[in-house]
């Protein structure tokens, strides 16, 4: 069974930082390229950040760049998403989530685009809210 597990979410003041986690079972993360996506209220969910499952290649939303990380532990089968200098238009639900690429092209698009619509399994998300 395929399971994504959120965890990390809290509050936290504007400026500070949280790291979010992604603990992955039934499938391994060098094989899946992984996401992380957030949804915030009134708000369509988007692509924060994705990482590819072979050679490390990361995409980022304009709004983190330069202020969020996604990264891989395999040896922990977890990715994580570490957001610093965070500010209130962060607050969202956070989620992660995975796919396996059909071909090398496939892959460099799913994480490229980073589009929620070509991702197949999701965790259930973690809640961040950044105050001012």
């Known amino acids: 069974e395929v399971q994504l597990v959120e965890s990390g979410g809290g509050l936290v003041q504007a400026g500070g930082s949280l790291r979010l986690s992604c603990a992955v079972s039934g499938f391994g993360i060098d094989d899946y390229a992984i996401g992380w996506f957030r949804k915030a209220p009134r708000k369509e969910r988007e692509g924060v950040a994705c990482?590819?499952?072979?050679?490390?290649?990361?995409h980022y939303e304009d709004s983190v760049e330069g202020r969020f990380t996604i990264s891989r532990d395999s040896a922990k089968n977890t990715v994580y998403l570490q957001m610093n200098g965070l500010k209130p238009e962060d607050t969202a639900v956070y989620y992660c989530?995975?796919?396996?690429?059909?071909?090398?092209?496939?892959?460099?698009?799913?994480?490229?685009?980073?589009?929620?619509?070509?991702?197949?399994?999701w965790g259930q998300g973690t809640q961040v809210t950044v105050s001012s």
């Open positions: 990482i590819s499952s072979t050679d490390g290649q990361t």
């Open positions: 989530a995975g796919v396996r690429a059909r071909t090398t092209v496939h892959l460099t698009a799913v994480v490229i685009y980073c589009s929620d619509d070509e991702y197949q399994y």
